[in-house]
């Protein structure tokens, strides 16, 4: 057979066609799955850089004179920390009003202090380390007689912290959990912090500073910093410096590149006087001793679950800043229910009305024209509508029951216009056929045609929940921003698309934005694949 050259072209232009056809929808869905992904991943996923002014070592066996047993800080069971910086430690001890939680692990519970009573030197040490020269133990802290009662105190008081010996940590068991410190910091002196021809040193790293001490890092340039030698100097090698020794002095230090002090005096002093100079110390004598030498910004990476249980199950509290999302998942779930309340009998009686009964004329084109036209306009508009008329006009106020109304108003015509639609696609014989056999044109719209067009009338449905879930700006004016859960139509309330947009807006939490994120995208898959189900039992049912 031979093929004209006119159909050659003809068939060569259908695959070009074809070809980029399948390009862009390849391209489409590559970039609706990046996003959907890249949202779940940083949803259920941290990883951040954190500058502190110590460094990530940790310590659990705090020692704090050769002469007494090593110190060792304890939490309640329920309280999610693993660490804390040593002025993290005294914020929590000697503040005036109680601290929350929420600062160090998210969850919102007070602090509860408890302190072994004083008159004995192992407390007396341990107190004066906490509390420093310029502070005091706060008021709120409670004072327990012995390593024991502090155990049960501990153990039987939500969000509670204490400190015991070392020598009791046999009978810590598992009714508490202990906490390490970090309390090794890092000193330079000021020509180190200068700016030269715009170089500054910004930041250093765990790893840096250790490749400083073994003679790898000779230069500050080599990190970003000025064109200086680094003179790296040590504390005096006992206790309880000793471990810093350890873990920065080098077996076989390169010559004299490691400069070792006598007493701590001798090592702040050295410090003051020596350009270039870094040296590694306790925050506590850094903050006492080394005014303007202490450097505040040592990296750490911290990482983890983003989206957890307790994220889901907790509620929210002090701006979204910690807890978690339960009240808002379930305010989320009451304003789509009662939007569909509102909206779906009113849509689709209205749709049943202009297909059916209405004229079709003038009025009812005027009519679509007007639902095609609101469906369009931007939800803001709805919002700033809402605002003025059942806020303010109506007198109903900012809360549940103006938002749910507003909401309403805005997915009405996306509901009228896609029943309309499914009702036209039910063949005209099936009601010639119902009205045949004698029933009525009610009991025909009622058993006839609503059932047929149902998958279609459903679709519209799911459309109007996915614009409930999704939209914030109509909720801006008429919702409010309560984190309680929904006590009644006046409450002031917060949903998980407002939430999203008001942690990112005030910058709160980003980890906890996405994670805010990854549950909106599940709520939404879940309310589709829901309805797919439904819709496909309907058709299957149809066919039976």
Partial sequence: MIISAHTKKTKRQEKIAKGFILAFVILTIVILAWIV????????????????????????????????????????????????????????????RKENWGHYTRQDLKVETFALDEGNVFTDTVIDFIQGPDEAINKFT???????SMIEMVASTRGSIGFVPASASDKLGKRVRTVSLRRISAVVHPSVKAIVQNVQMQEITPDE????????????????????????????????????????????????????????EDFFEIMKNSPGAIGICFYNDAAEEGEGLLIEDIRRI???????????????????????????????FFLILFTLVFSTPIGVLGAIYLVEYAKQGMMVNILRLGSETLAGIPSIVFGLFGSIFFVNILGLGIGFISATLTVTMMVLPTI????????????????????ALGATRLQTIARVVIPAASPGILTGVILAVGRTVGETAVL??????????????????????????????????FDRTFATGAVLIFIVLLVNYSTTKMIGKMNRMAGK
């Fill in 37 to 96: 992904i890249y949202v779940l991943f940083r949803g259920f996923y941290y990883h951040n850089e954190v500058n502190y002014d110590v460094s990530n070592i940790k310590e659990q066996r705090i020692v704090l004179n050769k002469a007494l047993d090593p110190v060792i800080f304890i939490v309640h069971p329920k309280v999610r920390l693993d660490d804390l910086t040593m002025q993290d430690l005294r914020t929590i001890y000697t503040k005036q």
């Fill in 142 to 148: 409670t004072y327990v007689a012995d390593p024991e």
């Fill in 209 to 264: 500073l250790k490749a400083i001490f073994k003679g790898e890092i000779r230069n500050w340039r080599q990190i970003g910093g000025i064109d200086l030698p680094i003179k790296p100097i040590l504390p005096p090698d006992h206790s309880p410096y000793s471990v810093i020794n350890e873990l920065f002095l080098p077996e076989e230090a390169p010559g004299d590149a490691v400069q070792r002090t006598e007493t701590i």
């Fill in 302 to 332: 911290e990482s983890g679950m983003n989206l957890t249980i307790h994220f889901l199950i907790e509620a929210p509290a002090r701006s979204g800043a910690w807890g978690g999302i339960s009240t808002i998942i379930i305010n989320t």
């Fill in 416 to 435: 009228i216009r896609t029943t309309e639609e499914a009702l036209k696609s039910v063949p005209v014989s099936l009601r010639e056929g119902s009205l």
């Fill in 476 to 509: 801006i004016y008429t919702l409010g921003s309560n984190y309680e859960l929904v006590r009644g139509p006046s409450s002031s309330a917060r949903v998980l698309s407002l939430h999203l947009y008001n942690m990112f807006a005030e910058a709160i939490s």
